[in-house]
């Protein structure tokens, strides 16, 4: 079987992947199937499994049980040749910062055994599609946190490998440079690049992902689209900000009669999911009549955060 033809059968399985160390399970039954030219995304808390998931697949660590392929090879078996047909950025940036960002490309390129010539045109490429051309030769130490973040990007796509791992990329950019980064990412995958993308920003999975794998403590507790994830735990939901913290329990009796669901509260914010046909007149007269001062109120559709809330609440409803 040719590599094209393995590419084009999957970007990323596994099978009952897991990591035992000592006592510990840092990954259980792990399951996934990216099709090639998709976008995974891997979400949880810190500590639920992601990063551990991401070194097996990307042969930096033996899984316990299980067995995986990427690209088509066998992660153990084949370690040698999935390193080379797959990208990695970790979430620390690994850029040289004695060196110019040219350099810095031009050297991953000769490390891949890529002629000079070509690592050459490949690093003025890959500067211009990530917008560090004006900045090629300076050294990358006097560059900001997001261009130090789009360069180590560069490096990962050096050898244009199918498969990328991306291990939380945007924590701590600005969100001018994440957007940037999320256009560049879009642009890989219509190329054809598959993406598995590890992140704890929800609006980024909501956004990038075409399916979703949440972990908590190991396991996988809920996966699909973003659309049917937030579908699985209802409609709309009510927000409702009031005064002051001794309005919270009253807001959330008032709010019970058109809760579909158990309320939530950040601070001052009371959120319920609600019935169908509710009137938003009907909550805020409902608020008034138990006294509540109501500082703001609104109605949106369910969201990332509101899945994670509820796995939080009950992390078996949304697995079943």
């Known amino acids: 079987m040719t590599y094209e033809t393995d590419i084009q059968r999957t970007g990323i399985l596994a099978?009952?992947?897991?990591?035992?160390?000592?006592?510990?399970?840092?990954?259980?039954?792990?399951?996934?199937?990216?099709?090639?030219?998709?976008v995974l995304g891997l979400l949880g808390h810190n500590g639920a499994g992601k990063t551990t998931a991401v070194r097996i697949l990307t042969t930096l660590g033996l899984p316990t049980t299980g067995r995986a392929e990427v690209a088509g090879l066998?992660?153990?078996?084949?370690?040698?040749?999935?390193?080379?047909r797959i990208g990695l950025a970790?979430?620390?940036?690994?850029?040289?910062?004695?060196?110019?960002?040219?350099?810095?490309?031009?050297?991953?390129?000769r490390l891949y055994h890529l002629p000079r010539a070509e690592a050459r045109r490949r690093a003025d490429e890959l500067l211009e599609r990530l917008s560090l051309s004006g900045d090629a030769d300076r050294l990358v130490k006097t560059f900001s946190g997001g261009?130090?973040?789009?360069?180590?990007?560069a490096a990962t796509l050096v050898a244009a490998p199918p498969v990328l791992f991306l291990d939380e990329p945007t924590t701590g950019l600005d969100p001018h440079s994440r957007n940037e980064l999320w256009d560049v990412l879009r642009d890989l995958v219509r190329e054809g690049t598959t993406l598995l993308l590890t992140t704890q920003y929800l609006e980024e999975a909501d956004r990038l992902a075409d399916d979703i794998v949440v972990?908590?403590?190991?396991?996988?507790?809920?996966?699909?689209?973003?659309?049917?994830?937030k579908s699985r735990i209802g409609?709309?939901?009510?927000?409702?900000?009031?005064?002051?913290?001794?309005?919270?329990?009253?807001?959330?009796?008032?709010?019970?009669p058109f809760a579909d669901g158990g309320p939530s509260s950040d601070g001052l914010t009371v959120t319920v999911p609600v019935a169908m046909?509710?009137?938003?007149?009907?909550?805020?007269?409902?608020?008034?009549?138990?006294?509540?001062?109501?500082?703001?109120?609104?109605?949106?559709?369910?969201?990332?955060?509101?899945?994670?809330?509820?796995?939080?609440?009950?992390?078996?409803?949304?697995?079943?």
Do not use: I
């Not at 066998?74 to 080379?84: F, L, P």
């Not at 261009?147 to 990007?153: K, P």
């Open 74 to 84: 066998d992660v153990v078996a084949d370690a040698a040749e999935v390193r080379a």
């Open 277 to 320: 046909g509710t009137s938003l007149l009907d909550v805020a007269r409902a608020l008034d009549a138990a006294g509540v001062a109501a500082k703001d109120l609104h109605r949106r559709q369910a969201t990332l955060d509101d899945v994670f809330l509820s796995l939080t609440a009950n992390p078996l409803e949304l697995a079943a």
């Open 235 to 256: 409609g709309d939901r009510v927000d409702v900000t009031v005064a002051g913290e001794d309005d919270v329990p009253a807001a959330e009796y008032a709010l019970a």
């Open 215 to 229: 972990l908590d403590h190991g396991r996988v507790v809920a996966s699909g689209s973003p659309d049917e994830l």
């Open 147 to 153: 261009m130090r973040r789009r360069l180590d990007l």
């Open 15 to 38: 099978e009952g992947l897991g990591k035992r160390f000592g006592d510990l399970w840092a990954l259980r039954d792990l399951d996934l199937e990216v099709p090639a030219g998709t």
């Open 90 to 109: 970790a979430q620390a940036a690994t850029v040289d910062g004695l060196l110019t960002a040219r350099r810095n490309l031009e050297l991953v390129g």
